[in-house]
Nanobody
Framework: QVQLVESGGGLVQPGGSLRLSCAAS????????MGWYRQAPGKQRELVAG???????NYADPVKGRFTISRDNAKNTVYLQMNSLKPEDTAVYYC?????????WGQGTQVTVSS
């Protein structure tokens, strides 16, 4: 089994920044991809950013240039640096890990962007 624990969410004003962290533990292989998804009220869960085991990244168009995903393989941790936050970024953010064809999810962390 794999466990994912997210942290770093909260309330921030428009234009502000937050950094999310997701620590993975358990039966983790050396090759896995990680990513961040988000789900706003009444909307489907959507990909925000992903990073492969070799560090290749991809981003959803709405966050390009504002968000940065990174990972520390020694700590089995993935980060999401979110800058220039907008009210439409408000959502529950979920960490995801994929290895050996299976996906795992964290419990989610709330991000609220409001003045």
């Amino acid at each position: 089994q794999v466990q994912l624990v997210e942290s770093g969410g909260g309330l921030v004003q428009p234009g502000g920044s937050l950094r999310l962290s997701c620590a993975a533990s358990g039966n983790i292989s050396s090759i896995y991809a990680m990513g961040w998804y988000r789900q706003a009220p009444g909307k489907q869960r959507e990909l925000v950013a992903g990073i492969t085991s070799t560090g290749r990244t991809n981003y959803a168009d709405p966050v390009k240039g504002r968000f940065t995903i990174s990972r520390d393989n020694a700590k089995n941790t993935v980060y999401l640096q979110m800058n220039s936050l907008k009210p439409e970024d408000t959502a529950v953010y979920y960490c995801n890990l994929v290895q050996r064809g299976r996906g795992y999810w964290g419990q989610g962390t709330q991000v609220t962007v409001s003045s």
